[in-house]
């Protein structure tokens, strides 16, 4: 093992009050991590909380170089009876051991990563507000941990659980949103590691996001590698489009091809949708479709999903041959609707019926 935890690390989370008012995006820490070994022949230590900490490691260390790291990110909701709940922790469990494996690293079982979530959310839950915009984002990750430039996998592996306080992605208002179709960068192909949650996958995207916000816009469109022709995903979101108006309209997503990541919301999304009485498709769009069907008002909303992001409505689209705008550009009604039903169900005020809210606290 070549890892070893010194000194506290830096967090932004207000360690006199604990509770974090103002929170940001991804820098509000909360005070404590979880840490667990995996080794050849032993398998997984126990967990071990201590406060949050930087890590010492070897410059050599395998994950470092070959990017053999898988990540999770989900959240945690103050209920409004005060309680705490984590959202689909067994689904993002499963999800992590897919990511795991794909990287040729070791799964850690469902009920460990659970057991372990739990526990971070009981020692941090006191960071949280009441503010029901704000949330706990819980990031699991794994790495490779072997003093090693053999470009092989490594044999030795840390998973770590770290947590902080989440306010809205987009800011504090639910305001729509404009894209770039980007048709210079590809997120994934056929065969790579689109369809899981590897580190690998988001350096690359970097450039295309900075492209979109010097184009003005929040967000990038992913086109298929193959052929630039097939709408993917939205940054690090799943995207769904709304045909129709009211009772009748359907609500559709690109179809997982194996190059797009099984998003929990997405899956979330269609079962919502067809709880409040909508049709739902799964399909190949194409750019040109999409353009076509949004010019005819075929297409009345577009919105973005993701633990992030929440329900995120898409109002414009920039593209190198025109640029267009979705509906009358504002928030639409299916859209609202939606985020309504899983920010209810996220609260716990509505019908739990899969038991997606899993209660974690002793409060
Ligand atoms: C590339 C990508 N697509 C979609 C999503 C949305 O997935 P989820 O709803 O599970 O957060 C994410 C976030 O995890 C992502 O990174």
Redesign the pocket.
């Known amino acids: 093992m070549t890892i070893s935890i010194d000194a506290p690390a830096e967090t932004t989370a207000a360690r006199e009050s604990r509770v974090v008012l103002d929170p940001g995006h991804g820098e509000a820490f909360t005070e404590h991590m979880i840490s667990m070994d995996w080794t050849e022949g032993e398998g997984w230590s126990a967990p071990e909380i201590t406060p949050l900490r930087n890590l010492s490691i070897h410059p050599g260390m395998i994950g470092l170089h070959y990017g053999q790291v898988a990540f999770?990110?989900?959240k945690a909701h103050r209920r409004a009876d005060g309680a705490m709940g984590v959202w689909r922790s067994g689904d993002?469990a499963l999800?992590f051991q897919r990511s795991c494996r794909r990287l040729a690293m070791p799964e850690l079982p469902a009920e460990a990563f659970v057991a372990a979530i739990d526990q971070l959310i009981d020692a941090d839950e006191g960071s949280l507000s009441t503010d029901p915009s704000h949330s706990i984002y819980i990031r699991p990750m794994m790495f490779g941990t072997d003093t090693s430039l053999m470009l092989r996998p490594s044999r030795s592996y840390r998973f770590l659980l770290m947590a902080f306080v989440a306010g809205g992605f987009f800011g504090e208002d639910v305001e729509s949103v404009s894209v770039l179709v980007s048709h210079e960068y590809s997120?994934a192909f056929p065969g790579g590691t689109?369809n899981v949650?590897v580190a690998g996958?988001?350096a690359p995207s970097f450039l295309a996001q900075r492209e979109a916000e010097a184009a003005g816009c929040q967000q990038v469109v992913w086109l298929d590698a193959l052929e630039g022709r097939y709408l993917e995903?939205m940054?690090?979101?799943?995207m769904f489009l709304v045909r129709g108006r009211g009772a009748d309209a359907e609500v559709v997503t690109p179809q997982l091809t194996g190059t797009?990541?099984?998003?929990?919301?997405?899956d979330?999304m269609l079962t919502l949708a067809r709880r409040l009485g909508y049709r739902t498709g799964e399909e190949r769009i194409s750019l040109e479709q999409w353009r076509a069907e949004c010019a005819s008002g075929t297409i009345s909303e577009v919105f973005a999903?993701?633990?992030?992001a929440v329900v995120t409505p898409v109002g414009r689209v920039h593209d190198r041959d025109g640029d267009w705008t979705i509906g009358d550009g504002t928030p639409g009604e299916v859209t609202m609707a939606l985020r309504k039903g899983l920010t209810d169900l996220h609260h716990g005020v509505a019908d739990d019926p899969n038991g997606w809210l899993h209660a974690c606290t002793r409060s």
């Open positions: 999770e990110g989900l993002h999800r997120r689109g949650k996958n988001y995903e940054g690090g979101m799943n797009l990541l099984p998003g929990i919301t997405r979330t999903c993701g633990t992030a």
